[in-house]
């Protein structure tokens, strides 16, 4: 028997299982004080969901605020709150962009985990106004020699291939991080940018008495009932595969159907209102925007299509499943919508409409199962201030010695080169369409993936992704900032000028005070940071509870920087393109091995400090980078950061096939030389013509520049120390992820070497 | 007047901007065309842009060949007009019957993108006319079912009648018999090929230009016709 309103008035004493569904004592209390009575089955389903850590964001709100304190900037044009955050790139046109987690899903089903992550993220920029027009994809694992990953990671990039090359969204890079603090909990980001004319930003508010509420895309089915609140709210235990129930399965065909459908409901103008459907479905979709728009709304239940008849209201109401959106629209304009909906083949169903008053009621043929103040649901969730405490190793770690400097040989080049971290990531970015669209200029393995937007002005964006999770676990503060500095200076390095920031913070259980520790010192770094670098956070994410049998992974904010180039024809590459260029490093090395790769891979070392951060030298590199790509003096610029300069110039050489002579400056021990991982550098290679006006504009900013040689020949040759050829080098960088998940098919070429700029 | 080149849509085509700006760039316009509506509008060729038609289900190619437009290009094709098929769009003639053999699942099973060295094997197609005979050239290939089949007999009628139009150089990426990329009917003007020469027109997009060569070549064809 469906349980009523009425009923539910009239049991007020019924036992109700909302221990199971994830609601503490206090806050079924507080339901009950809203609702001045017990809710019924589906109310309780959807205060359960909406209330959850995925959606309410009730552990990481108050940290949150930070962010919104940020740096005040003109092209902000909606910040944090919406689906996603818009910025103005000029030209009339808007770009807006977010990164999210789909972290616990991916691990129980890692091929439809992945998808759907990719399919979620993409609506999220659909729902603002904009064509979604690419994808990255930062993912971390277990040990890449643990059978685990052999079951994780060949399953997520084939999702995430899977969906977003049936979608026809280029994807421009990513990241792929090893660390065993990953095993039983990889992370799965996805990332999605989007771009429109500012007239077309839409709006979630479900506005206008009267306008009608419909439905688009697929039929409501059972799967993926619970993922936010079980999948995404609570720590795994070792039945994790056995949720597998609670996994969303993607459809890409109709996404991509849906999303065409949309675009042209609104370029004509037709849609008040729009929300995508994701985590927590219908209910989500239905309270905010109800709660955005101040209005009441009344959705009949019985008029969704449903894939399977017997669902429940409760069921209807917490599906995930996906490529669904709901719209609000005049009745004027109604037929309009449902034969563009017909054209593009996507069912379109009106199951409501906004109302006078400001309640929510939701009814399942003539009976009322919800009637609540959609605010309540929405912005009224319980906010937490957890506990806070230092974890009691801190010290401990940050005491640990690191293992004695070796000499720097040829064999521990090789040996770091091939490491899983530092190896190339071929085997992953070839399952990617990254050329699809046609205006991709950058993308793996350049330092920042660069799409252009116009091709009437080659107006262009350049965004890359960071986060380290050694660093942050080392100190989360610095960690936190680590990250935001390498993605700027990875943007900067193409020439672009960094305006604004997406992260995606992943930690472990906010219920352990020394994990809400490392998140409020994480957030902190992070607002810190983007309030000195001058590029405001216009959303993101928050993935708790990345825990498996009590250890959390290490805390692993990503940061998203967004770039804006003029034109994208005077993008620097990464590679050397040619013999006989100069290469200079700007910068200054120190002795900052602590959290290094080189600790990692050859001695499983984690402790002391990471490399200092001082974002005034980050600004300082971008700018020289930025107007030396302006001024077309730079042939390549590679930042420097994992496995550091020697990282560095071994992928530069390898990039078109072209070596290097390069003398080491006087100074550190040439191990810390190459394997230091300082931040603030960056490696450039300018014609003889250009060196002196390079070198000049380093000066005029302060940034340390030092000659270290020639491009050109077939080896990298590292004077006094040793030469590796580049076919050595090949083989050790290109030879790793093969060997472990299978090779690919036929010979790898080299890179055509870029045009000459 | 510039020579109309079509370019169909079908739901789930992917490329299709991509191919209209191939056209535009090799100098014709770009006519879109819809997958529901058999007119062609008048145009003087016709590309199958790349994508994932239909969702790719059942078979790649195997709805979209039902098409009503594919009504009016398969005629059409039959009486030389000029067709050709990029990925999902040589999938879709295969399925069509306009061209032989079938594109199967890659070997490794995995989707791969790269830049892909090719020989033009044939010039005698209105679509490779332009090209040297024998030349290499480097073209993206973006594909999760690539793998060119047809029986022993097919292939060597192919061979020797000279309708293989490209064959994959320096690493066969899908497992495709022969290392054979791309294939013509007998009369020429219907070409077939996995690679996207649509992703080979600009250096600044590309891994060079040599894609335009395939747009560049109808429109010689047709101006010569």
Request: hydrophobic share 40%; charged share 20%; aromatic share 6%.
């Amino acid at each position: 028997m469906t349980d009523t309103v009425d009923r539910a008035t009239q049991t007020p004493d019924e036992e109700q299982p909302y221990l199971e569904l994830g609601l503490k004592d206090d806050e079924y209390a507080k339901v009950k004080a809203i609702l001045g009575r017990r809710p019924t089955q589906t109310e309780l389903a959807m205060y359960s969901i909406m209330w959850s850590e995925h959606c309410s964001y009730k552990s990481s709100k108050v940290h949150l605020r930070q962010f919104g304190d940020g740096p005040k900037n003109e092209r902000l044009l909606v910040g944090m709150g919406e689906n996603a955050g818009v910025v103005d790139v000029g030209e009339g046109l808007a770009v807006t962009f977010k990164v999210e987690s789909h972290n616990h899903p991916s691990y129980v089903e890692p091929y439809q985990g992945a998808a759907t992550g990719i399919g979620g993220i993409v609506r999220d920029i659909l729902t603002m106004g904009a064509r979604p027009i690419l994808v990255m994809d930062p993912l971390r694992f277990g040990d890449a020699d643990h059978p685990d990953t052999k079951r994780v990671l060949p399953g997520i990039v084939a999702g995430i291939g899977g969906y977003g090359n049936c979608l026809g969204l280029p994807n421009i890079g990513g990241e792929v991080v090893f660390d065993p603090s990953y095993q039983g909990n990889p992370l799965v980001n996805a990332l999605c940018l989007g771009v429109m004319p500012k007239s077309r930003i839409q709006l979630s508010a479900a506005t206008g008495v009267g306008n009608v509420v419909v439905l688009l895309g697929a039929k409501t089915g059972r799967d993926g009932i619970g993922g936010v609140s079980v999948l995404a709210s609570a720590t795994f235990d070792a039945d994790g595969p056995a949720r597998r129930p609670s996994v969303q399965v993607g459809d890409p065909f109709m996404e991509k159907l849906l999303i065409e459908a949309c675009l042209e409901m609104y370029d004509g103008g037709l849609v008040q209102g729009i929300q995508d459907l994701g985590g927590a479905g219908l209910t989500c979709a239905l309270t905010e925007t109800s709660a955005a728009g101040r209005s009441g709304m009344h959705a009949h239940l019985e008029r969704i299509p449903l894939r399977e008849a017997s669902m429940e209201p409760h069921e209807v109401l917490a599906s995930e499943s996906q490529e669904r959106m709901l719209a609000i629209v005049t009745p004027a304009d109604l037929p309009a919508v449902l034969a563009i909906a017909d054209k593009w083949g996507v069912l379109a169903t009106a199951i409501g409409e906004v109302t006078e008053g400001d309640r929510l009621v939701v009814t399942w043929h003539d009976a009322v199962v919800v009637d609540v103040p959609p605010g309540s649901l929405a912005d009224d969730g319980p906010v937490y201030q957890r506990p806070i405490e230092r974890p009691a190793d801190q010290d401990e770690l940050a005491a640990h010695a690191l293992p004695a400097y070796p000499a720097a040989t040829k064999d521990l080049l090789l040996r770091m080169v091939a490491s899983p971290n530092l190896c190339s990531r071929r085997w992953v970015v070839e399952q990617y369409d990254r050329v699809v669209m046609g205006d991709t200029v950058l993308a793996w393995p350049e330092d920042a993936g660069v799409v252009r937007l116009s091709e009437e002005t080659n107006l262009g964006i350049a965004l890359a992704t960071d986060g380290n999770g050694r660093y942050t676990r080392l100190d989360p503060y610095a960690g936190a900032q680590l990250a935001l500095a390498e993605a700027y200076r990875n943007v900067a390095a193409t020439g672009a000028i960094p305006i604004a920031v997406t992260n995606c913070l992943n930690f472990g259980s906010p219920e352990d005070p020394a994990v809400m520790w490392q998140f409020a010192e994480a957030t902190r770094g992070l607002a810190d940071g983007c309030r000195d670098l001058g590029t405001p956070v216009t959303g993101g994410n928050v993935s708790f509870y990345n825990s498996t049998a009590g250890a959390a992974i290490n805390p692993t904010p990503v940061v998203g920087v967004l770039g804006l180039l003029d034109d994208v024809t005077r993008r620097t590459p990464m590679g050397f393109t040619e013999a006989g260029l100069t290469v200079l490093l700007l910068g200054d090395t120190w002795d900052e091995l602590g959290g290094s790769e080189w600790a990692w891979a050859e001695h499983r070392h984690l402790g002391g400090r990471p490399p200092a951060v001082d974002l005034l030298c980050e600004k300082a590199l971008g700018e020289v980078l930025i107007a030396g790509a302006r001024d077309g003096l730079l042939s390549a610029a590679h930042d420097l950061s994992d496995g550091g300069l020697a990282q560095a110039l071994v992928e530069s050489c390898l990039r078109h096939g072209v070596g290097a002579r390069v003398s080491l400056p006087d100074g550190p021990a040439p191990f810390v030389e190459l394997f230091s991982e300082s931040a603030a550098r960056c490696l450039v290679a300018v014609t003889g013509a250009h060196e002196a006006a390079v070198t000049a504009l380093c000066a005029a900013h302060d940034v340390t520049c030092t000659r270290l040689g020639v491009t050109g020949g077939d080896a990298l040759e590292l004077t006094g120390l040793f030469t590796a050829t580049l076919s050595e080098l090949r083989e050790a960088y290109e030879g790793t992820l093969p060997a472990l998940f299978g090779p690919l098919a036929g010979a790898t070429r080299e890179a055509p070497a870029a045009p000459a700029l | 007047m510039p020579a109309r080149i079509g370019v169909v849509t079908f739901p789930g085509s992917l490329d299709d901007r991509d191919a209209q700006r191939a056209v535009r760039l090799a100098g014709a316009e770009a006519v879109a065309l819809w997958h529901g509506d058999a007119d062609l509008r008048g145009v003087d060729a016709v590309v199958l842009p790349g994508g994932f038609s239909y969702g790719d289900y059942l078979r790649c190619g195997a709805i979209a060949r039902f098409a009503a437009v594919m009504t009016t290009i398969v005629e059409q094709a039959r009486q030389g007009l000029p067709v050709l098929g990029i990925c999902n769009g040589f999938q879709v003639l295969c399925e069509s019957h306009l061209l032989p053999g079938a594109l199967t699942r890659n070997q490794h099973l995995h989707f791969v993108n790269r830049d892909q060295g090719l020989r033009v094997e044939s010039t005698k197609t209105v679509w490779t006319s332009e090209y040297a005979d024998g030349q290499e050239v480097v073209i993206p290939v973006k594909n999760g079912e690539g793998c060119f089949v047809a029986d022993e007999r097919t292939l060597d009628a192919l061979e020797a009648e000279g309708r293989v139009v490209a064959r994959y150089i320096g690493g066969n990426p899908n497992g495709s018999s022969r290392d054979i990329a791309g294939i013509a009917n007998a009369a020429g003007n219907v070409v077939g090929l996995m690679p996207h020469p649509e992703h080979a027109i600009e250096d600044l997009t590309g891994p060079g230009t040599d894609g335009l060569t395939f747009f560049t070549s109808v429109l010689k064809s047709l101006v010569n016709a």
